[in-house]
């Protein structure tokens, strides 16, 4: 297939088209660089061993979504691109809003008028909010969630989930991740956090390659095993032959929405992370104990049951091989893909 990445110069977007190229599919990619940067795009080629086409847009920019589908034929559209900092989501709402959603819209208008039917999204786990029963499952409603972040794509999985309803042509898989991790085992692309890292594993990375003092763990009095919270990791690479096994899916079935969760199933304790990255990298961390960090729930892991049968997809990665991955990479480029 002929297929046109959105957000291809990310952190998943990345890992996905080497994926996708090797499974033998075309790939375009669309990006802003509003957080990515475009030495990506070397690497990919290095990669894959293609050269890889890049428009350079803002999807926001109606017309000019418009016109490269005009230019271009596509089979399908993986949509990556979009804001993702749940912090910063509350501080400039209007911005992940406009974003988040406008990028959408004039996607999938450009995707009506040219007749591609075929759309994979980039959803997530925080649109089971809080009170969803553990393990989480594609079922659940209502969907909610405590962030502007997290409510972009709880509204994202209606305005597709609505379109699709409205057109018998379109196929749409709404895939909600859990919390990808890893870098490609060349530790030649990976994740390149602008800023100081939100999230555990690029922020203990950091840590390793002498660019923070020290982890600080949010909390360590949760009803869990260690008292620190627990969280279905995925390897990024996982997590791209996911998007391949669902496009696959998507050509063959009736389905107008199909929902699958990408995790593991299997959850694992901030303290339980550290450590593994301290075998990783062969020597202890500093870290201290720190308060809560409002918003979080204790534990989260997906069942992924309904992903590992409709896709004949699965994870194979371990925590030591996400850990072993991420430090390659970190170890390799310690201020990113600018170093
Ligand atoms: P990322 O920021 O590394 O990649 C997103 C890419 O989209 C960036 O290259 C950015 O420049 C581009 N982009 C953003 N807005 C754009 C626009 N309007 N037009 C064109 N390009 C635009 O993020 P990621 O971690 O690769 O995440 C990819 C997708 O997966 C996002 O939609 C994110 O919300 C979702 N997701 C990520 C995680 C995670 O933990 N990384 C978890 C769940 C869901
Ligand atoms: C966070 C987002 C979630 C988003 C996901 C993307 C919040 C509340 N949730 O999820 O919406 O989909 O990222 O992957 O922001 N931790 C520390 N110290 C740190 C960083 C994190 O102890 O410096 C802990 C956190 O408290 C949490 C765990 O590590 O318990 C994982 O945190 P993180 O990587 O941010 O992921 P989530 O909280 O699951």
Redesign the pocket.
């Known amino acids: 297939m002929r297929v046109l990445v959105?957000?291809g110069?990310?952190?998943?977007?990345s890992h996905t088209v080497v994926q996708l190229v090797a499974a033998g599919h075309d790939v375009v990619i669309?990006?802003?660089?509003?957080?990515?940067k475009p030495a990506v795009i070397g690497r990919l080629e290095a990669l894959t061993g293609r050269h890889l086409p890049v428009h350079a847009?803002?999807?926001?920019d109606r017309d000019k979504t418009e016109r490269l589908f005009a230019d271009e034929a596509f089979d399908a559209v993986i949509h990556?691109?979009?804001?993702?900092a749940v912090g910063e989501s509350a501080q400039i709402p209007l911005e992940y809003y406009e974003?988040n959603l406008d990028?959408t819209f004039s996607l999938v208008r450009a995707m009506r008028r040219h007749g591609v039917n075929l759309l994979v999204f980039?959803?997530?786990?925080t649109v089971y909010g809080e009170h969803a029963p553990l393990p989480y499952r594609e079922d659940y409603a209502p969907l909610q969630s405590s962030s502007p972040y997290g409510r972009t794509?709880v509204m994202i999985e209606h305005v597709l989930s609505d379109v699709a309803a409205a057109d018998p042509q379109m196929r749409v898989a709404l895939l909600r991740?859990f919390?990808?991790v890893g870098a490609h085992a060349s530790g030649t692309i990976g994740e390149d956090p602008q800023g100081i890292p939100n999230?555990l594993m690029p922020f203990i990375a950091q840590v390793a390659v002498g660019r923070r003092d020290k982890l600080t763990v949010f909390g360590d009095d949760y009803p869990t095993a260690d008292g620190t919270c627990e969280r279905d990791y995925i390897h990024v690479e996982d997590l791209a032959a996911g998007h391949v096994a669902a496009l696959n899916k998507l050509a063959s079935t009736q389905e107008p929405v199909s929902i699958w969760n990408l995790g593991t199933g299997q959850g694992t304790s901030v303290m339980e992370m550290l450590h593994a990255f301290e075998r990783a990298v062969g020597r202890e961390l500093p870290y201290d104990v720190g308060p809560r960090r409002a918003g979080d729930q204790p534990q989260s892991w997906a069942d992924p049951a309904k992903a590992n049968a409709e896709l004949g997809w699965q994870t194979c990665k371990t925590i030591d091989d996400m850990c072993a991955d991420t430090w390659r990479w970190q170890s390799a480029n310690p201020t990113g893909y600018e170093g």
Not at 57 to 60: G, N, R, Y
Not at 80 to 84: Q, T
């Open positions: 959105s957000g110069a990310g952190y998943i977007g669309v990006d802003s660089f509003a957080n990515s847009f803002d999807l926001t990556f691109a979009g804001l993702k974003n990028s980039s959803s997530s786990a794509k991740y919390n990808p999230n």
